[in-house]
Structures are given as C-alpha cells and as structure tokens.
C-alpha cells in the first residue's frame, strides 16, 4: 500500500523519491523536510561535501495547499555541485569525453567492482555514482513524508549514537526517550552523554590525523507504536524482518538488532523474556492514542518491542552497526581493472565518520517501515478513514 522509489547520482543533477500510497489529508511543509534533510548533513567527522551540499526539498506532485492528495507524492533535491560535473555525468553522448577520465581502479570496501562486473561497466563511475550514500537524502525526504503520518496518530521516532571507533555509551532509561533524544540533537556527535561524546570528538579526530575512519553504532527507538503491526503468520510480513530489512539497506550498514539482540545469546530465558502485567485502565479510546488506553504492559523491554514478528506494544528499539568509510586518506590496495597492475586506491573529499548522519537516515527508513505497517492494519484512502479505524482498533483492544 505505502512505497517509494529514488533515482539519481551522486554527482547528477538532481535526486528525485516518488512515494505512491500515501494517504489523502496528511498535512505536510517543504520547511519540514527540508529541516530533516539539514540533519542529515549534520554529525562531526564529515567532509567536504557538506560544505557544497544544502539540500533543498522541491515538491513536484501529490500535495497541494499544504495537503497530500492522495495521489504518488513526487521530491525533488538538487544536487549544488551539478555545475561541475556536467560534462562528466551528462545524459547525452559527449563527443570529446576523455575516456581517460574513466574510474577502472575499483575501491575496497565499495560497490565498485561488484558492480562493474554485474552490469559489465568498464568505467567504474557508472557504479559508484548511484552507490554512493548520496542516494540517503532521497530517502529521508520520503521517510520524512511517513514520519508526518506516524506522528498525526501519536508515534514519534528517535534516535541517538551509542558507539564510535570503540567509545560506547549505554542508555539506561527504558522510557524517557524525548530527553535523550534532546540531548542527542545538542550535541556534535549525536551522542546524548557528554564525557562519551567528548571521547568519541577525540577518536574521530585521531584518526583524521591517521589518515583513517571510524564506524560505530546508533540507536532508533520507536514510542507510541500500538501492538499488532507486521504479522506470525508469513516470513515476509514479521515487522523485525522489515525493520532489518529497512536498516541494512543504508550503506555501510553490516548489523541490526532488536531489544537485547545478540545479548540473548549469552543471557538465561530467564532474564531475556519480558514479563507481562495487567492493570485496570479507565481511559476510553477516544481520548487518545496508544498507550492511553494500554492495560497490559511490561516491566523491561528485551524484545524490542517485537513479539513473533509483531509490535507488542512497548517502544521498539533497534540498534544497527556502521563500519568505517571505504574511502580513506590512508589508501588501501586494489587493482586496476584494465591494466591488472596494482595500485593504492584514490582518494577523494571523504568523510572520518558519518554514523550521527546515518543514525538520521536510519529515522527515516524505520518511520518509512513502520508507516507501510500502520497502513498495512489500518488502512484507507484519507486521514478522516485511518483515524476511524485506528480508534475502532484501540476501543477493541482496551475490552480485551
């Protein structure tokens, strides 16, 4: 029901997102996604694209007056540096394109070769250009599109940096999730504990003196999130399936959890299951959304959130694992793809670290997933018809 496509190159002219399937009624600013987008372009460590880059959403279809329409919603980014690369990335045949210029010397750590050999590309630039985590500001417009939706029903998504290069901060709150995210924006690294933050600052710039890069690791949380979103009954319909599915497909991303994670490998059932309680609650449905009516709840939260593929009521909470930009000042070796002579790979505008960024991306993806859910179980072609559905939803669920 609820999709998005992207298209465009890191150095083309524009990145476009088409979103098909959102709802009629769902109020949407470009001010708010562009806001979104600035965030992305945020995080110490970064390099010098950013200082070219200010990335502007323009809407081009399925909004009008501030509403969507219901029809597919068209994004439109422009990418600043255009001007620079028109020869270079141009759609037409250049005649005195000098094929010297072509990349045949493939990166570790890239798309680079892998790609060159699936699409037999001999200039590796026919790769590297859509690999490149440029794509990322397409999706979190389009994400941005689904974090409006959640939020119209009461379901906010966050996300802080919980590791960089080693420095690891562990969150201890299971609830207070609107303070740290608080914090989180406050600071450069995106890390709401300050020591942690100023240890993670040092890290990255050792390793800028190192001609090196660092990966780490962040997490999403989201609250208000009702039970029964995704489904046990199919493997393709388990809402931790998607999520990991959403997360690991931002690249650099090698690992995702939910709740304990791999902690329950080496922890007692006893300790890794959440225990359920029930208490007498006398808010109707109407007065709200999820929890205002929740009866029964848990203490700890090692499930994430996610119980036999579905929301189980409680935040979600995912963790994903980013290893360190391929691209480094230090270069590794590789070969060239024409000549087989070895070479130390290129290098060029990279950055250090970019985990506080793609814990941002990462907003988007989850919110982007957890929208197709929502409207997966309630869904209709407005607002006015999700709402009805969703508190009919919520009315069934507090006189169970």
């Known amino acids: ?11 083309g002219p524009v990145l476009t997102a088409i979103v098909e399937g959102m ?6 600013d470009a001010s708010y996604i562009d806001r979104e987008l600035a965030r992305r372009q945020s995080g ?3 390099g010098g694209r950013m200082k070219i880059e200010t990335d502007r959403v323009d809407i081009t279809a399925g909004i009008r007056h501030g509403l969507t329409l219901g029809s597919p919603v068209a994004l439109s ?5 255009w001007d620079n690369w028109k020869d270079v990335m141009s759609a037409s045949s250049v005649e005195a394109f000098d094929s010297t210029k072509n990349v045949t010397r493939p ?6 070769l892998s790609g060159g050999l699936k699409y037999d590309h001999r200039d590796l630039r026919n790769i590297l250009e859509r690999s490149s985590a440029r794509e990322t500001a397409a999706r979190v417009a389009a994400g941005t599109l689904a974090r409006k939706l959640l939020e119209e029903f009461g379901i906010r998504i966050y996300s802080w940096v919980v590791e960089i290069g080693g420095v690891k901060w562990e969150r201890k709150s299971l609830r207070d999730f609107e303070r740290l995210f608080k914090k989180a924006e406050a600071s450069p690294v995106r890390c709401p504990d300050r020591k942690a933050a100023d240890e993670m600052i040092e890290a990255i710039d050792n390793a800028r003196k190192a001609g090196d890069s660092l990966g780490g690791a962040f997490e999403v949380a989201a609250t208000g999130v009702p039970p029964g979103l995704g489904s046990h009954v199919q493997w393709d319909r388990k809402l931790d399936g998607t999520l990991a599915q959403a997360l690991m497909s931002i690249q650099a991303i090698k690992g995702v959890e939910a ?5 329950v490998a080496s922890t007692p059932g006893s300790k890794v299951h959440d225990e359920i309680f029930y208490r007498q609650k006398e808010v109707k449905a109407q007065a709200g959304y999820w929890p205002a009516n929740a009866s029964f709840y848990r203490k700890t939260n090692n499930a994430g959130g996610i119980e036999g593929g579905m929301s189980n009521g409680e935040p979600i909470i995912l963790r994903a694992a980013m290893k360190p930009i391929p691209t480094l000042y230090k270069p590794l070796r590789s070969i060239d793809i024409v000549s087989k002579a070895p070479f130390k790979a290129s290098i060029e505008r990279s950055d250090v670290c970019a985990v506080p960024a793609a814990a941002v991306v990462a907003e988007a993806v989850v919110a982007f997933d957890l929208a197709r859910a929502f409207l997966e179980k309630f869904g209709g072609d407005s607002f006015t018809e999700i709402e009805r559905n969703y ?10």
């Open 77 to 81: 980014i422009k990418n600043r540096d």
């Open 391 to 400: 508190k009919g939803y919520l009315e069934q669920i507090s006189e169970y």
């Open 44 to 46: 110490y460590g970064r």
């Open 23 to 28: 709802p009629s009624g769902i109020p949407v």
């Open 259 to 263: 709740g304990l994670g791999f902690g």
């Open 107 to 112: 990166r570790p750590g890239h798309a680079d």
């Open 1 to 11: 029901m609820l999709r998005f496509l992207t298209a465009g190159e890191s150095h």
